[in-house]
């Protein structure tokens, strides 16, 4: 998505114009546009971002509790394959049931001459 096309500020710049539009006078009008119609849109827009403020904080607490959860699930999957590990061997197929890479099965270390 492109960048937006209008400032970031924009409520509280109308919330401005909506303020000296009220003093200078309030039947002003120009076509179409008047103050009542822009003070409905600035409660309109506010709701919105009271709702998307209201709806980031659920889904951070959300994040953070997968978060919780997922760290949980790792250590234990850890676990896990550290028992069969030590149970059955790092060679068995048991220990390559659970997800492990059997020893027979690993790639030699490369090793690398040093240059003169």
């Known amino acids: 998505m492109p960048g937006k096309s209008y400032p970031t500020d924009v409520i509280e710049q109308a ?3 909506s303020d ?5 006078s309030p039947s002003l009008a120009f076509g179409s546009l008047n103050a009542s119609g822009l003070n409905a849109t600035i409660s309109a827009a506010t709701m919105l971002q009271a709702q998307i403020a209201s709806l980031e904080t ?3 607490d959300l994040r953070n509790q997968r978060h ?6 790792w250590d234990t999957v850890k676990r896990v394959r550290a028992g069969v ?3 059955y061997g790092d060679d068995s197929s048991q220990y390559e049931m ?3 890479t059997r020893l ?3 790639k030699a270390p490369v ?4 240059s003169a």
């Not at 000296?20 to 200078?24: C, G, L, P």
């Not at 090793?111 to 040093?114: I, K, P």
């Open 85 to 87: 590990k030590a149970i």
């Open 68 to 73: 919780a959860l997922n760290a949980g699930i």
């Open 15 to 17: 919330k401005t114009v």
């Open 98 to 100: 659970v997800g492990g």
């Open 58 to 60: 659920q889904l951070t």
């Open 20 to 24: 000296a539009w009220t003093q200078i």
């Open 104 to 106: 027979s099965e690993r």
């Open 111 to 114: 090793r690398r001459t040093a």
